[in-house]
């Protein structure tokens, strides 16, 4: 499948036919959505998105993101919004090293980065030590 689209410049004697690689095109649609996500954002769904994304973690991070540290992956369930922020744009920036996780944190934008520390955060530590969702 050829990774270009035909398009047209919508003039009536059927335009300038060109070629848009699909990466502007994908460019284009995301730069249209962002007003929309920035609006998810302020009204709260940042934790539901957050739920969506955090499916991932649950490979290593367990199913309620309470492993716990004696697993030697700390427990995400519960602790704040802003230190599960600091850890993740250090690893992104490689001041922290887990492999696994540099290369999970580089792959996140700053959407999905806030998404998943407000779930995270949003998450109460239950008394067996696992998580319960608020």
Same mark, same amino acid.
């Given at each position: =499948?050829? !990774?270009?689209? %035909? $398009?047209? /410049?919508?003039?009536? +004697?059927?335009?300038?036919?060109?070629? =848009? &690689?699909?990466?502007?095109?994908? @460019?284009?649609?995301?730069?249209?959505?962002? &007003?929309?996500?920035?609006? *998810?954002?302020?009204?709260? !769904?940042?934790?539901?998105?957050?739920?969506?994304? @955090?499916?991932? $973690?649950?490979? $290593?991070?367990?199913? +309620? *993101?309470?492993?716990?540290?004696? /697993?030697?992956?700390? #427990?995400?369930?519960?602790?704040? *919004? *802003?230190?599960?922020? +600091?850890?993740?744009?250090?690893? %992104?920036?490689? #001041? %922290?090293?887990?492999?696994? =996780?540099? !290369?999970?944190?580089k792959s996140l +934008?700053?959407?999905?980065?806030?998404?998943? @520390? @407000?779930?995270?955060? !949003?998450?109460?530590?239950?008394?067996?030590?696992?998580? %319960?969702?608020?």
């Open positions: =499948m050829s !990774s270009f689209r %035909r $398009c047209t /410049s919508g003039k009536a +004697d059927g335009g300038n036919n060109r070629v =848009m &690689p699909r990466r502007v095109t994908l @460019a284009i649609v995301l730069a249209a959505l962002a &007003p929309a996500s920035a609006a *998810a954002e302020e009204t709260g !769904s940042l934790p539901p998105y957050g739920r969506h994304l @955090a499916q991932e $973690c649950t490979a $290593c991070h367990g199913a +309620d *993101a309470g492993q716990g540290k004696e /697993s030697g992956i700390p #427990r995400l369930a519960g602790r704040p *919004a *802003a230190e599960l922020t +600091d850890l993740l744009h250090a690893f %992104r920036e490689e #001041r %922290r090293t887990n492999p696994v =996780m540099v !290369s999970v944190a +934008d700053e959407q999905q980065i806030a998404a998943l @520390a @407000a779930y995270f955060a !949003s998450l109460s530590k239950a008394p067996d030590g696992g998580a %319960r969702a608020p």
